[in-house]
């Protein structure tokens, strides 16, 4: 079955302490990216990627890292997450570098708590 | 500034009953515009994809109109069901990113 797999589903942390969300895709798509979720907000962007060694930042990248060693994965790192970064986080991919015509693929989100 | 948005916020409705959600957008220049459905919990999943020269796209229940002279589209929900309890939105491409409108909350009642 064609998905995107974020890990983990839930996750409480605390500030300062230095996390991952792991998100892989078994479409072989070439572009992927983070998303955040906020109440009252639309998805906004986190990072993305067009293709492997390939990342770029999106509207809301600061306190994000990102790798994209491998066309499957595709991680976001929090490094020292703050309270302020408590939120609804998405992975999607989409079949080809340009995003004129495609559909992207959504994961099923990562609910993140930083306390 | 490219901007998405969304009317109504929330929408209440009887199981059965049709109804219209709209999106208006200043995004420029303009690739296409998507409706995604997102049920609680769940990733968005699109409904929709329509290009600039696309007046209408129906998929199933759900019918997307476009009136790019006016920048706006709707998405007509058709003799809803409980399952169609879920936001609603719209996202707008330039030629390489999308803008996400802040959804439309949709829940029928039985």
């Known amino acids: 079955e064609a998905q995107v797999t974020q890990n983990p589903r839930y996750l409480i942390t605390v500030t300062g302490k230095k996390l991952t969300v792991t998100c892989s895709q078994n479409?072989?798509?070439?572009?992927m990216s983070w998303y955040r979720q906020d109440p009252g907000l639309g998805l906004r962007q986190i990072y993305y990627?067009?293709?492997?060694?390939?990342?770029d930042k999106g509207d809301v990248p600061e306190g994000y890292k990102v790798s994209r060693k491998e066309k499957r994965n595709f991680p976001l790192i929090l490094e020292s997450p703050s309270p302020n970064q408590t939120s609804l986080y998405f992975c999607?991919?989409?079949?080809?570098?340009?995003?004129?015509?495609?559909?992207?693929?959504f994961g099923a989100g990562t609910r993140l708590s930083v306390l | 500034k490219n901007q998405v948005e969304q009317s109504p916020q929330s929408l209440i409705i009887l199981e059965g009953k049709n109804c219209t959600l709209q999106c208006n957008y200043t995004v420029s220049p303009f690739s296409n515009l998507r409706w995604y459905k997102q049920d609680t919990g769940r990733g968005p999943v699109s409904l929709t994809i329509?290009?600039?020269?696309?007046n209408t796209k129906s998929n199933g229940r759900y019918t997307a109109t476009l009136d790019a002279d006016t920048k706006q589209s709707s998405l007509h929900i058709t003799a809803s069901q409980l399952s169609d309890s879920a936001s609603y939105i719209c996202v707008v491409s330039d030629t390489d990113k999308l803008i996400f409108g802040t959804g439309t909350r949709l829940q029928v009642f039985p």
């Open positions: 329509m290009t600039f020269s696309e």
């Open positions: 990627s067009m293709n492997v060694e390939v990342t």
């Open positions: 479409m072989n798509h070439e572009y």
């Open positions: 999607a991919s989409s079949p080809r570098t340009g995003l004129a015509k495609n559909i992207q693929y």
